[in-house]
């Protein structure tokens, strides 16, 4: 008697069609050949074999260190919400391709215990630690760094829910949640520089030093010009001081208070006639000091006036740069790109889904999720046609990545077959010749 999950099934409706169960064989994620043809040319073995170490021995290293890497980069980056999807990944026929040529040649893929790697090995201090500088070296690579002199950094917070008892996880007044708060710093290409877990009940520009300084110093040692933008939970005098020492220029929101409004109190009234069904707006420039500062510093107060709104509304903004009003405001409005990143990595790479009790733990999957959108970034600003650069990670997962495929083994080599929908075949072969001129060594 046949094997029963390999015997074709026949239905009554159409005797001619017969249904056949071959998973080893079918894959849904076929398009994840394009990263790991991109993480290949950026090196991504030799920045885990420099900055993560493998503590297991003897038959504990069944599986490489690199392989388990890329298995749970992978699973991310193919938008997978949760490591208990490894058991069923370790027989995909794609993931199988994605790892190295001993695993290839085997029967699975990978571990189906993904999250004993995440929460023993990684959680490691050198592991954690190497994890955040692996991040750091794949988007300081040579073919990734920006030929711009100047470079815009954007620092900002969010909420990453929690539901049970989470290691310093808080109720947070402001989401009105028990959470993780999360902190970020990207760049203007969308790159997540930075990224640090932090408890729920902290202030939003808590442990901002630790996070953003250590950033500006690697750009100012590489001879580029730093700017960096914030919203208002970060106008500390701290932070501006440490960043004029410094030599950087930001703009940063100020919160209004009742000095401020007295400084443009003539702008807060609308002027008489018939108002406008364009709204109506007015700048002004100030040198300011508040108590805490140590001395004066240029404020920008942007007032609109709004058709059916009783009171104006009003912006301030302390800032070191030199700009129009108007032309600061501009690219201070720009930091809303910041907020669109973060939204996409937990709708793509689900980087806010962390689950573990231990803290530690849930710092190591921020982190792998970190690594999986800048992966995933890269591909799309440094090797996507123009004509699709514009699509979001969670695009790029369901037009380009989930591609069906179907795996043929030879006795010398493998044929992936491809379902051609978005994915066709000559724009398969337009990404591989970008991937191809890339530079090759990282820096």
């Known amino acids: 008697m046949g094997d029963a999950k390999s015997s074709p099934i026949r239905l009554s409706f159409n005797p001619q069609l017969r249904v056949e169960f071959r998973g080893a064989t079918v894959t849904s994620d076929a398009g994840l050949l394009l990263p790991r043809e991109l993480d290949e040319r950026l090196g991504l073995d030799a920045l885990i074999e420099r900055h993560l170490t493998d503590p297991r021995?003897?038959?504990?290293?069944?599986?490489?260190?690199?392989?388990l890497v890329r298995q749970s980069i992978y699973s991310r980056l193919a938008g997978y919400e949760d490591t208990n999807d490894a058991e069923?990944?370790?027989?995909?026929?794609?993931?199988?391709?994605?790892?190295?040529?001993?695993?290839?040649?085997t029967s699975v893929a990978?571990?189906?215990?993904?999250?004993?790697?995440?929460?023993?090995?990684?959680?490691?201090?050198?592991?954690?630690?190497?994890?955040?500088?692996?991040?750091?070296?794949?988007?300081?690579?040579?073919?990734?760094?920006?030929?711009n002199r100047r470079v815009t950094l954007d620092i900002d917070s969010s909420e990453s829910p929690v539901h049970g008892a989470q290691e310093q996880s808080a109720y947070n007044g402001h989401f009105e949640s028990v959470c993780y708060h999360p902190l970020f710093v990207f760049n203007p290409d969308g790159d997540c520089l930075a990224?640090?877990?932090?408890?729920?009940?902290?202030?939003s520009a808590d442990g901002w030093d630790d996070v953003l300084l250590p950033i500006i110093d690697r750009y100012r040692a590489q001879g580029q010009t730093v700017v960096v933008r914030a919203d208002a939970a970060f106008a500390l005098p701290a932070l501006y001081e440490a960043l004029e020492r410094r030599g950087v220029r930001y703009a940063i929101r100020l919160p209004a208070n009742d000095v401020l409004e007295r400084t443009i109190e003539d702008l807060l009234t609308r002027p008489r006639g018939r108002p406008s069904y364009a709204p109506l707006v007015r700048y002004r420039s100030f040198h300011y000091q508040a108590a805490s500062w140590d001395r004066p510093r240029r404020v920008i107060a942007k007032v609109e006036h709004h058709l059916g709104e009783l009171f104006p509304r009003v912006g301030f903004i302390v800032t070191t740069l030199t700009g129009t009003n108007q032309a600061v405001v501009r690219f201070y409005n720009q930091r809303g790109t910041a907020e669109q990143w973060?939204?996409?990595?937990?709708?793509?790479?689900?980087?806010?889904?962390?689950?573990?009790?231990?803290?530690?733990?849930?710092?190591?999957?921020?982190?792998?999720?970190?690594?999986?959108?800048?992966?995933?970034?890269?591909?799309?600003?440094?090797v996507l046609p123009v004509a699709i650069q514009s699509w979001s990670l969670t695009s790029l997962q369901h037009r380009l990545f989930r591609t069906g495929g179907r795996l043929i083994r030879h006795a010398r080599y493998f044929t992936l077959q491809l379902a051609e929908s978005y994915l066709t075949g000559n724009l398969f072969r337009q990404i591989l010749q970008r991937i191809e001129r890339l530079a090759w060594r990282p820096t």
């Not at 069923?88 to 040649?105: C, N």
Request: charged content about 25%; hydrophobic content about 35%.
């Open 57 to 67: 021995t003897g038959h504990n290293r069944q599986f490489p260190l690199p392989d």
């Open 88 to 105: 069923r990944l370790a027989e995909d026929p794609a993931f199988r391709m994605l790892a190295s040529r001993e695993r290839r040649e």
């Open 110 to 147: 990978l571990t189906s215990t993904l999250h004993w790697f995440e929460t023993d090995v990684l959680t490691q201090e050198r592991n954690y630690q190497g994890l955040s500088r692996l991040n750091t070296a794949l988007i300081q690579h040579a073919a990734a760094r920006s030929p």
């Open 195 to 203: 990224a640090k877990l932090r408890p729920g009940n902290v202030h």
């Open 342 to 382: 973060i939204k996409e990595g937990k709708e793509a790479t689900h980087w806010t889904r962390l689950s573990c009790h231990r803290f530690r733990a849930n710092e190591v999957r921020l982190l792998l999720g970190v690594i999986a959108y800048n992966l995933g970034n890269l591909l799309r600003r440094l």
